[in-house]
């Protein structure tokens, strides 16, 4: 008889809601929610509604002994401590710093562990997902910033002092004026490639400044030269630092994850040009290409991610 699946409590904590479930070691999730982050009444209040979720799973599936929590960074993952999160902010004011794993495990009293989200998604796609074969991997998460996420020799690649390599922030354009980044500098990857600044640089094109990136795509669909001239431009970028992080970890796979990845197949093939020629003369003695790829586990790759720390396959 095959050995029975283990079940883990996973959830994966963004600024604006909370994915929490139950989730076996094979990777099936059993139960999950998606709810909004009760973030405006403050850190402990936040930290109350996880610990309400969990109770009631635990109640449902007594045998959890282990739970494992995605989170939007910084963070430290070896000690499970938020260090003053840049999306968590009540009225208040900043959280600082938040131990939020003994916190939560006094809580529901199983173990708790933190992970940054992007490095959760990249275990997921890992243990699960496009990454699967591939120990050398990097997938780039498309949203309101470009999150990044690297596996090298088969183990995650962590920054120094513990902290999760910002590969997004690398500067691709020094003093682009019309690239302002998130993190105070101008010309960062994150300033082209996250969706959200794809609309903000490709919606001057449009007589309609309230267009979307999916109104964007479609009309891109329907050979809109306004448009596909936007996804040329984005895929010029793109490959400007897939190059850089093909020079800084080898990945043999990227892959492309997060709401704005849904227009990938508009920007793919372009990239895939631009990157040939930035990576011609690297082709001749080992072929550096990457595959590039979409995510297929949409967006469950957070809550996989905290499932696959909680189940200690790290
Ligand atoms: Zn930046």
Redesign the pocket.
């Given at each position: 008889m095959a050995k029975k699946a283990q079940l883990v409590l996973a959830y994966d904590l963004g600024g604006t809601k909370v994915h929490a479930g139950v989730v076996d070691s094979n990777g099936t999730i059993l139960d999950e929610v998606r709810v909004p982050v009760v973030l405006e009444k403050g850190k402990a209040a936040v930290i109350e509604q996880l610990a309400q979720i969990g109770r009631n799973y635990l109640k449902k599936y007594p045998s959890i002994k282990s739970a494992g929590i995605a989170s939007a960074g910084p963070l430290d993952p070896k000690n499970g401590v938020l260090l003053d999160p840049t999306n968590f902010v009540s009225e208040k004011g900043t959280w600082g710093r938040v131990p939020l794993a003994k916190l939560l495990a006094k809580k529901i009293k199983i173990s708790v562990r933190l992970e940054n989200d992007a490095a959760a998604a990249m275990l997921a796609e890992h243990w699960l997902g496009a990454a699967k074969k591939y120990d050398d991997a990097m997938i780039l998460t498309l949203g309101t910033g470009l999150g990044t996420g690297i596996i090298a020799s088969g183990e995650l690649v962590r920054a120094g002092r513990g902290m999760h390599p910002e590969a997004?922030?690398v500067?691709i354009h020094h003093n682009d004026n019309s690239a302002p980044?998130?993190?105070?500098?101008l010309g960062?990857a994150?300033?082209y490639l996250s969706g959200r600044n794809f609309t903000r640089r490709a919606r001057p094109r449009f007589a309609q400044p309230e267009y979307m990136a999916k109104d964007i795509a479609n009309l891109a669909r329907k050979g809109d030269p306004r448009a596909l001239a936007a996804f040329e431009e984005y895929a010029h970028y793109m490959a400007i630092a897939i190059h850089n992080y093909v020079v800084l970890y080898a990945p043999r796979i990227i892959v492309f994850t997060g709401s704005f990845a849904e227009a990938a197949d508009l920007f793919m093939d372009s990239t895939r040009v631009h990157l040939d020629r930035l990576l011609l003369r690297r082709r001749k003695g080992m072929d550096f290409m990457p595959k590039l790829a979409v995510s297929k586990l949409h967006n469950k790759a957070g809550l996989l991610g905290g499932a696959f720390i909680a189940l200690n396959r790290k």
């Open positions: 997004g922030h500067i980044c998130g993190c105070g500098n960062c994150e300033a």
